[in-house]
């Protein structure tokens, strides 16, 4: 936004001083009025044209960031920013470290587990142990490189990849958060370090390309993860998101996680599943970033039998208006079987495997499946996500749910939402039947991509999540691979009431929630005995009436011959 | 052979008006029971609505028209309810060309077997559609409260559907059995259409006439 003032300033002054020049030039030497008459015409319009956008660009800030003798730089590193930055904003570090993006912990007060990035495993990259450069690449801090890293040092917090506008600014991928300081080569590409002073001084909210930055990427990629998270939402049309589209409302992801002193509206280890204070007015509770914050929790029109807002009682919004997982035009991957991984060509480098576009095998990961506007799957859901960690036992014979949505039909205040299920082939403690965290990342050998033994990367991450308390034993040595879920509730890429599912996705035969236990759909349930009877009585008063009225018939035409006859 | 009039002009409106109401009400219901896809859920739904609510007032009007003129009495048993002879002539007489065990008369219009199938569909079938069914469409409403407790929604649209079912099982018969009830065969509908039957009366038909009359 700050940028596109900036550009529409600098466009007013241009054309200001142009116009100026012109028409002295033309007061001085003019001889043919009719041009300049056109010349003035044309500077005349488009200052009226720009005139709502100027009124606009001045509506923005209190503070202009160039003028910050603090911002002038030049800035060596991340940290000499953020000192800069809390020269003035004293207690910004302060709040951000209260901040779940800081902390990567969380203690979830219905399950008592401690979860977090730190602590929380799934069935992409498995887990954070020993992992950190790469990982805290997406830690809104600076040098989160292991275990030690200081959590209260405020000028570890990296201000600028919230608020930085200009669109330089990164965090380089292997950096432990830092942005690359000079450029740099990474996979084949030449990554352009960012102007720190510049950047600095055009600093501003945030948005959702500074959002997306980390959020559309996770799982190591754009779209990989989440299923309704990824980079068509930078702009994207009204169809995929009814509230994100420039074309619409332009929401950025603050305007429904509203940010108070940098802790934000919505988690999604313990969220709202059925919100019920309604319209967030002052005075009531704010249960952002639900839907029911600001549609209330009757938003539809009641029509002749409400049916839509009585559904919302126990289907989440989202169920019917996020008809499809990854809607963005990008696929996101549905799979990842890591017992495949580690294949290798004659220079030991990974072999990769491309179908339709999309990798299908990675010798560093195994192999992949993608989908992408597909039917999400539905459960009963009341709003806190249990994990299965380190510590807890699995039974490798069954798929092993890594993460899953907690309550049932019974369960108060629960509704259906809808799931994007992550489905898995990951490494186990083959003895002690656990999860397990494995070093993937790293330069020394005990790095997977660096040595490809399981055996070694498994006991380098379970000696880090030893040492951080999240398990007592340590990795038996042998391991084994067991397919597991893990469960993305859906939220974002909210459809147009238009495009919302149709009453008929579910309200058929093997329609949409079919197995869902506790729900009796009309159209899709039925009592098969009654039906069954039903059909067949209705069947037998048929062939009886049938019956009955042919041998009426044949009886009363042979009746007419024989009086005929006489 | 002499016409009379055996159905009053509200009762041939009632009796068509509700005809169509419960054809559109069968045939959105069981199109939303997934039997077969027509108009599309959403619109068999409301559609099967606005139909019930039609059915509704018409109802509430005809049981006050029942009430106001006595004609609920129609629909008592008479004393000596010849029921099984009736069986006996739609099981044997009828092709034989015995003689219909009863007549029609503006006191008495339908015979003892019709008087049981219609008590039974406006005793037993229509209520169990009108209670559970209205159930079904204010669900939300109760189910927070105490009856939620004890019905399930389940129970309810079993409950729905099997009178539907017994609906469809008894239109069949009525359309069927309509076209038994009078001379030519096709006399009763036309009794339906005009409100006027012709008579041709035997003494035996004569007889029955007397009879039901001096039941009442």
Redesign the interface.
């Known amino acids: 936004m700050q940028q596109r003032s900036c550009l529409i300033a600098g466009l007013i002054l241009f054309t200001t001083i142009c116009g100026a020049i012109r028409f002295a030039h033309m007061m001085i030497y003019s001889t043919n009025a009719c041009i300049h008459r056109r010349w003035l015409f044309a500077v005349l319009l488009f200052f009226i044209m720009m005139l709502p956008l100027a009124a606009q660009a001045l509506a923005q800030s209190t503070a202009d960031h160039r003028k910050f003798e603090q911002l002038q730089g030049p800035f060596a590193s991340g940290p000499e920013v953020t000192q800069a930055c809390l020269s003035c904003h004293t207690e910004a570090a302060l709040q951000v470290h209260q901040s779940i993006h800081w902390t990567w912990s969380f203690d979830h007060p219905a399950t008592g587990q401690r979860l977090g990035k730190r602590h929380a495993l799934n069935n992409l990259c498995l887990g954070l142990a020993n992992n950190y450069p790469r990982c805290t690449s997406c830690h809104i801090g600076y040098g989160f490189a292991d275990a030690s890293f200081d959590l209260t040092a405020q000028d570890k917090v990296d201000c600028l990849i919230c608020h930085d506008t200009t669109g330089t600014y990164f965090k380089f991928p292997t950096g432990a958060g830092h942005p690359p300081y000079e450029d740099t080569l990474f996979r084949g590409k030449r990554l352009q370090a960012p102007d720190l002073a510049h950047v600095a001084q055009h600093v501003g909210p945030s948005s959702r390309q500074s959002c997306g930055a980390c959020h559309f990427e996770g799982g190591g990629g754009d779209a990989i993860k989440h299923g309704d998270l990824d980079s068509s939402l930078i702009a994207p049309p009204v169809s995929v998101d009814v509230h994100m589209s420039p074309d619409s409302l332009n929401f950025s992801c603050s305007t429904c996680h509203e940010f108070t002193g940098h802790i934000q509206e919505g988690s999604r280890y313990l969220l709202r599943a059925r919100p019920t204070a309604g319209i967030a007015v002052p005075g009531r509770d704010n249960e952002r970033p639900a839907c029911e914050s600001c549609h209330g929790v009757a938003p539809h029109v009641p029509g002749i039998h409400n049916k839509l807002n009585e559904h919302a009682r126990i289907i989440a919004c989202q169920t019917c208006h996020i008809p499809e997982i990854a809607r963005g035009g990008l696929p996101t991957k549905t799979r990842w079987d890591w017992s495949t991984a580690g294949q290798r060509d004659a220079q030991g480098r990974p072999i990769n495997e491309m179908q339709e576009g999309r990798v299908y095998y990675d010798g560093m990961k195994g192999h992949f499946s993608w989908d992408q506007a597909y039917a999400p799957d539905y459960f009963w859901f009341d709003g806190s996500m249990r994990y299965t960690l380190l510590d807890e036992p699995i039974d490798p014979q069954h798929v092993v749910d890594v993460n899953y949505p907690l309550g049932d039909f019974a369960s108060p205040d629960v509704r259906i939402w809808p799931f994007k299920i992550m489905y898995g082939r990951q490494p186990f403690d083959a003895v002690n039947q656990t999860l397990v965290v494995a070093q993937l990342f790293g330069s020394d050998p005990n790095a997977y991509w660096q040595g490809y033994d399981w055996v070694r990367a498994i006991d380098s991450g379970m000696r880090e999540a030893k040492a951080l308390g999240q398990v007592r034993h340590a990795f038996s040595g042998t391991y084994g691979f067991v397919e597991t879920r893990t469960y993305w509730p859906a939220s974002h890429m909210v459809a147009p009431a238009a495009d919302a599912l149709p009453c008929e996705a579910c309200h058929q035969r093997n329609g949409r929630l079919s197995g869902l236990p506790g729900v009796y759909i009309p159209g899709q349930h039925r009592y098969a005995l009654i039906s069954t009877v039903g059909w067949f009585l209705v069947f037998v008063s048929l062939l009886g009436v049938i019956l009955h009225g042919t041998m009426r018939y044949i009886l009363h035409v042979r009746k007419q011959r024989s009086t005929g006859g006489v | 052979m002499n016409r009379i009039r055996i159905f009053s002009r509200f009762e041939i409106f009632w009796h068509w008006a509700q005809a169509l109401l419960i054809v559109g009400l069968l045939a959105t219901g069981f199109e939303?029971?997934?039997s077969y896809?027509w108009l599309?859920?959403?619109s068999a739904?409301?559609t099967h609505?606005?139909l019930a609510f039609g059915l509704i007032v018409l109802w509430a009007f005809a049981i006050f028209w029942h009430l106001v003129t006595g004609e609920w009495r129609q629909y008592m048993r008479p004393q000596n309810a010849r029921i099984v002879s009736i069986i006996m002539y739609?099981a044997y007489g009828?092709?034989?060309?015995e003689h219909r065990p009863y007549t029609t008369t503006p006191a008495a219009k339908h015979n003892p077997l019709q008087r049981l199938a219609y008590v039974i569909f406006k005793g037993l079938i229509a209520p169990a559609l009108w209670i559970s069914g209205l159930l079904?469409?204010f669900?939300?409403t109760w189910q927070a409260h105490l009856p939620g407790a004890y019905l399930?929604?389940?129970w309810i649209?079993?409950i729905h559907?099997?009178a539907?079912?017994a609906l469809?099982?008894f239109l069949?018969?009525h359309?069927?059995m309509a076209?038994?009830t009078a001379t030519p065969w096709y006399g009763y509908l036309y009794a339906m259409i005009t409100g006027y039957q012709k008579m041709t009366q035997t003494p035996s038909d004569h007889h029955d006439t007397q009879k039901d009359k001096q039941q009442r």
Request: aromatic residues 18%; hydrophobic residues 55%; charged residues 10%.
């Open positions: 939303m029971h997934g896809t599309g859920f959403e739904f409301k609505i606005v739609y009828i092709f034989t060309g079904l469409l669900y939300a399930e929604l389940s649209a079993a559907v099997s539907a079912f469809l099982v069949i018969g359309i069927y076209a038994t």
